[in-house]
C-alpha cells in the first residue's frame, strides 16, 4: 500500500533562517507531487506541483522553492525565511495521469517562524 | 480562480441534515470534497467528474451541476464524529489533481 512520510511534525525557526521540509512517498511509482500551505482558518494553497524527477511548476510567487531530485521524494526549501512564511505545510501526491484521482496528504508541517 | 464555498460555518446536533455548496467561475473537469479535523491533514470524501462519475464514501453523498459548476456535499443524520473543515476542492480539464480549494465550511455536531 502506498504510504506518504513528510517531516518535521513542527518547527520554529527564527526569521532569516533556512527552510528545508521533506516529503518522501512509498508503494508507488512517478507519482504527482504537491506542496500545500494552509494560513490559521483557512483554505489550502497550492505553492508547487511537479510530475517528474526534476519538474517543477510554482503556483504563486514566494519566498520558498521546490526541489524533486528523486522520484518520490519532494522538497521544499527557502534561503530565509520571513514571519509571512509561517503555516501548515501539507505534501500530498496522486497517481500518474491522475485525473479525477484523490489527492492523499501527508501529516503536514506546523511551522512557526519567530 | 478560487472556488467559493457556502455557508463559512454550520452547527448542527446530532441526527440533522446540512448542504455544503461550491462554486466556480470556470468550467471544472472534477470536483473533489475532504474533511479536515483541528490539525490534521484533510480526509478525502468524494470525487464527482465531469460525465457523472462519483467515487467516494457509501454515507456521504454529492452532486456535481456541470453547466452551473457547482457541487453541493449533503451530510444526512449527522454524527458527532462528522464535525470539522469541509474544503472542495476543483480541477479544471488540464490539470489533473492539481487542485485549487476554497475557504472551507467549519461544521459543528453538538450531542
Known amino acids: 500500500s502506498q504510504t506518504i512520510h513528510q517531516w518535521p511534525a513542527t518547527l520554529v525557526q527564527p526569521v532569516g533562517s533556512p527552510l528545508s521540509l521533506e516529503c518522501t512517498v512509498e508503494?508507488?511509482?512517478?507519482?504527482?507531487l504537491y506542496w500545500y500551505r494552509q494560513a490559521a482558518g483557512r483554505g489550502l494553497q497550492l505553492l508547487f506541483y511537479?510530475?517528474?524527477?526534476?519538474?517543477i511548476s510554482s503556483e504563486v510567487p514566494q519566498n520558498l522553492s521546490a526541489s524533486r531530485p528523486q522520484d518520490r521524494q519532494f522538497i521544499l526549501s527557502s534561503k530565509k525565511l520571513l514571519l509571512s512564511d509561517s503555516g501548515f505545510y501539507l505534501c500530498?501526491?496522486?497517481?500518474?495521469?491522475?485525473?479525477?484521482?484523490?489527492?492523499?496528504f501527508g501529516q503536514g508541517t506546523r511551522l512557526t517562524v519567530v | 480562480q478560487q472556488p467559493v464555498q457556502s455557508p463559512q460555518a454550520v452547527i448542527l446536533r446530532e441526527g440533522e441534515d446540512a448542504v455544503i455548496n461550491c462554486s466556480s467561475s470556470k468550467a471544472l473537469y472534477s470536483v473533489h470534497w475532504y474533511r479536515q479535523k483541528h490539525g490534521e491533514a484533510p480526509v478525502f470524501l468524494m470525487i464527482l467528474l465531469k460525465g457523472g462519475e462519483q467515487k467516494g464514501h457509501e454515507k456521504i453523498s454529492a452532486s456535481f451541476n456541470e453547466k452551473k459548476q457547482q457541487s453541493s456535499l449533503y451530510l444526512t443524520a449527522s454524527q458527532l464524529s462528522y464535525s470539522g473543515t469541509y474544503f472542495c476542492g476543483t480541477a479544471p480539464e488540464t490539470s489533473g489533481s492539481r487542485l485549487t480549494f476554497g475557504e472551507g465550511t467549519q461544521l459543528t455536531v453538538n450531542p
Open positions: 500530498a501526491w496522486s497517481p500518474v495521469g491522475g485525473r479525477g484521482t484523490e489527492a492523499f
Open positions: 511537479s510530475v517528474g524527477i526534476g519538474q
Open positions: 508503494g508507488t511509482s512517478n507519482p504527482n
